[in-house]
């Protein structure tokens, strides 16, 4: 599959883990200190609420510790989340049972339902940072395979740091080559303006 080349050479997430193997667990640590200290970390998940009937199905790109998915399954979605370290999935099983956790690296994402179809989904999250821990040659094989899981009519909606090597032009492009427009830009996700800082982005089918 033809990608852009644009991004590290490696996923860093696996770097990370390579270069501390306690990494996952510091990360879930984290989380929970912050949860603890009654920290907002619903942010994400109610925005995608809000554009969700009830009931939808939604899939958590990259969920971590089912942080943003588990919300949505609370709420009433059927919510399917997908991370490439194992250990996070683990902790999303135990913290998170409404969902269903899956180990899985976004740029070989194939979710098959029980009669052999690729699964669909209403609506799509791909929050903290996910994005920009992707290699440069995962990154359009990712958008290209999230695009597939993609109903007709749905929209998929990523959240990450403009600081962190993927400029929104380079995104954009490769989104285009996956067949997929950026509808809608924000800063945050309550949806303040664009701004050079963060990118809260709505994409769909072109």
């Known amino acids: 599959m033809t990608t852009s080349g644009i991004g590290p050479d490696e996923n860093l997430w ?3 883990v390579r270069r501390n193997p306690e990494h996952a667990a510091g990360y879930a640590a984290r989380w929970k200190r912050l949860a603890a200290a009654g920290q907002d970390l619903d942010g994400e998940a109610r925005l995608v609420d809000a554009m969700a009937p009830r009931g939808s199905r939604i899939l958590d790109a990259g ?19 997908v991370d490439l370290d194992a250990d996070l999935i683990e902790v999303a099983r135990a913290e998170q049972p409404r969902g269903r956790w899956e180990v899985g690296n976004l740029a070989e994402l194939d979710l098959i339902d029980g009669e052999g179809e690729r699964e669909q989904f209403d609506l799509e999250v791909c929050a903290g940072n996910v994005l920009t821990f992707l290699a440069g040659a995962e990154r359009r094989p990712a958008l290209t395979a999230l695009a597939a899981h993609l109903a007709p009519e ?3 909606v990523v959240g990450f740091g403009l600081d962190r090597g993927y400029a929104v032009e380079d995104f954009t492009a490769d989104a285009a080559a996956a067949g997929l427009v950026l509808a809608q830009r924000f800063s945050t996700w309550d949806l303040r303006p664009a701004a050079d800082d963060f990118l809260v982005g709505v994409l769909q089918h072109g």
């Open 154 to 156: 749905g929209r998929l």
């Open 63 to 81: 969920c971590g510790t089912g942080r943003v998915g588990g919300r949505l399954a609370r709420a009433g979605h059927e919510v399917v989340g």
């Open 14 to 16: 696996t770097a990370a």
